[in-house]
């Protein structure tokens, strides 16, 4: 349970602007995995668009099995 309170803490802590690296869960057939790329909208529940080399992806925040704020 401590891991997932963990990942919950982790995305509110992010901010639309700041620059990621997150790793899906394979079911959800995103490639590539882990990807890169800039917050441009987030949700109170965690949810948020990613802007990455491949476009504008919608992410889940239950797909989520890492995430790392990357500096500038």
């Not at 899906?24 to 909208?41: A, C, K, V």
């Not at 080399?53 to 500096?71: C, F, M, N, R, Y």
């Amino acid at each position: 349970m401590a891991i997932f309170e963990s990942l919950a803490n982790s995305l509110k802590m992010l901010a639309v602007g700041d620059r990621v690296k997150v790793t899906l869960r394979p079911e959800t057939g995103r490639f590539p995995n882990p990807m890169e790329g800039d917050i441009t909208q987030k949700d109170d529940a965690g949810n948020f668009s990613l802007k990455s080399e491949q476009g504008v992806i919608q992410v889940s925040a239950g797909d989520i099995l890492s995430i790392t704020k990357l500096p500038r």
